[in-house]
């Protein structure tokens, strides 16, 4: 009898055992409690998922380094539902090492989709621009106005909030008449979280005429470049070829012949430079 109490106690002890060591590797835990270059998932409320490093914690925001060399995702504290460090002997075989029927359910949790370079993105500009007005560095702001579908599924919805700024600007007086506008994108917000985009440059080029004054308007991998082409002699525009994948170009009148000018509400076509991957759930 004493030796059947003494073998219960022994394998109570070894399940009791087995699920602290669970507990204590599936935790979560409070992140100003991480050191920072700690490499962790974090969850928020709407099932996003975001992976890397921990690179500041400030009462507002968490900033993690991201999965692309030089590139960082912010991540609102308020939104933050659970914090867990990844294993650094494992990172990515924790998921594949468990049950296979685990497995299939955290799978159909968590999704994985990477949106691909040249993408083109619908976007609406919210910052008023002009070649004569604005400077180098004015931040720009934007807002997604068709939802980015992966298979059916929406990956980034309509609404999203998009930052860049201007990254060159000329008035006509300076180029001798000619006045530039350049400008990009830098940053995507999807609910709670901030990614770092990459983002072709929009750039446009007023050139005067006798008759008539238009702007140039290409969209490619460097500012200034001139995609459009101006009809000899006619009035109107001609629409130029497209430079590069996802390229969207076109000739516009521009304001008193002189300055280019792009008012608040402006249609853009907005093309990724580099891939851009998201998990949810």
């Known amino acids: 009898m004493t030796s059947l109490v003494r ?39 709407d099932g996003t998922l975001v992976r890397g490093k921990i690179a500041k914690v ?30 650094p002997a494992s990172p990515r075989a924790t998921v594949e090492s468990r049950p296979a029927a685990e497995r299939r359910a955290s799978e159909a949790i968590v999704r994985t989709f990477t949106i691909p370079d040249n993408t083109a993105l619908d976007v609406t500009l919210n910052t008023a621009l002009a070649s004569d ?8 702001n934007g807002t ?43 940053s995507l917000s999807v609910g709670s ?14 050139e005067g005429t006798k008759k008539d004054d238009a702007v140039k308007i290409g969209v490619g991998a460097a500012a200034g470049a001139v995609i459009g082409a101006i009809t000899g002699g006619k009035k109107g525009a001609a629409i130029g070829s497209a430079v590069g994948a ?17 008012a608040e509400g402006r249609k853009l076509k907005v093309s990724l430079s580099n891939p851009l991957t998201i998990r949810t759930k």
């Open 193 to 206: 979280v901030t990614y770092d985009i990459d983002t072709k440059p929009l750039s446009y080029v007023a």
């Open 7 to 45: 073998s219960s106690s022994v394998l109570l002890s070894a399940s009791a055992l087995a699920l602290v060591l669970s507990t204590a590797c599936n935790r979560t835990e409070a992140i100003e409690e991480i050191p920072a270059g700690t490499e962790v998932t974090v969850k928020t409320a």
């Open 58 to 87: 400030e009462p507002n925001i968490v900033t993690l380094t991201g999965e692309r060399p030089n590139t960082t995702t912010e991540i609102t504290r308020t939104s933050i539902s659970e914090v867990k460090r990844v294993d």
């Open 144 to 186: 997604l106005a068709s939802a980015v579908e992966i298979d059916g599924v929406t990956v980034i919805p309509a609404g999203s909030a998009l930052s860049g700024h201007v990254t060159h600007v000329d008035d006509s007086d300076k180029i001798k008449g000619r006045a530039e506008l350049a400008f990009r994108f830098t």
């Open 246 to 262: 996802g390229a969207g170009t076109g000739v516009v009148l521009a304001t008193d012949g002189k300055e280019i000018r792009l």
């Open 133 to 140: 007005t604005s400077r180098v560095e004015q931040t720009v």
